[in-house]
Each structure stands twice: as structure tokens, then as C-alpha cells.
Nanobody, 123 residues
Framework: QVQLVESGGGLVQAGGSLRLSCAAS????????MGWFRQAPGKEREFVGA???????TYYAEVVEGRFRISRVNANTVNLQVNSLTPEDTAVYYC?????????????????WGQGTQVTVSS
């Protein structure tokens, strides 16, 4: 059974940093695309960034470019380093995976989702 589990969220002051982690299990994800999304209260889930597990291709949403960084820890774990946080970054952060080849910015392209981890940024 495929499972994605996020961790590392929390409460942080504006300007602070967190490292979110996504651990995948149930099979090897060495060839999958991994995406990070976030959803703020009352808003749609939005794309944050995505990477091929090989790490050769990584893309970010404009709003987080230069502040967030996706890194692969091993075949089944990927991190999202979030820096220079603002209250507008407050959201539940989700990781997602798909065996399809490519970088995908829409939720419907992903087959597996985690339960999310809350990030709250205070001003």
C-alpha cells in the first residue's frame, strides 16, 4: 500500500524557516515525480514545486522561487526547505507523487497524496 507522510510543520515567526519532509512507502519511488502543494483556509490547493526523483529537474511556483528548495534525501524521502516565511505562506503543505514522467503543476496529475502538515507563520 502506497503511503506518503509529511512532517516538519509548525508555528514560526515571519522571516523564519522550516524543513518539511515527505516519506514515501509501499514501493520504490526512484522514478516518480514528487510535488509539493499547499492549501490555505478558504483557498484552492496551489502548486509550490516539483522535482523528478533523479533531481535533474526541479521547478517552483513564482511566489516561492528563491525562498523554498526541494531536495531528495533518498529514493523514498524528499524535503522542502522553506525560508523567509511570511504570514501568506500559512497553509497545510502536502506532498504528492506520480509515476508519470514530467513536472506537473496541477493536482489532478498526481496519484498519491499525503495527509498534509500545517505551517503557520505569525507576524
Amino acid at each position: 500500500q502506497v503511503q506518503l507522510v509529511e512532517s516538519g510543520g509548525g508555528l514560526v515567526q515571519a522571516g523564519g524557516s522550516l524543513r518539511l519532509s515527505c516519506a514515501a512507502s509501499g514501493r520504490t519511488f526512484s522514478s516518480d515525480t514528487m510535488g509539493w502543494f499547499r492549501q490555505a483556509p478558504g483557498k484552492e490547493r496551489e502548486f509550490v514545486g516539483a522535482t523528478r526523483w533523479s533531481g535533474a529537474s526541479t521547478y517552483y511556483a513564482e511566489v516561492v522561487e528563491g525562498r523554498f528548495r526541494i531536495s531528495r534525501v533518498n529514493a523514498n524521502t524528499v524535503n522542502l526547505q522553506v525560508n523567509s516565511l511570511t504570514p501568506e505562506d500559512t497553509a497545510v503543505y502536502y506532498c504528492a507523487a506520480t509515476p508519470k514522467y514530467g513536472i506537473f503543476r496541477v493536482t489532478t496529475q498526481y496519484d498519491y497524496w499525503g495527509q498534509g502538515t500545517q505551517v503557520t507563520v505569525s507576524s
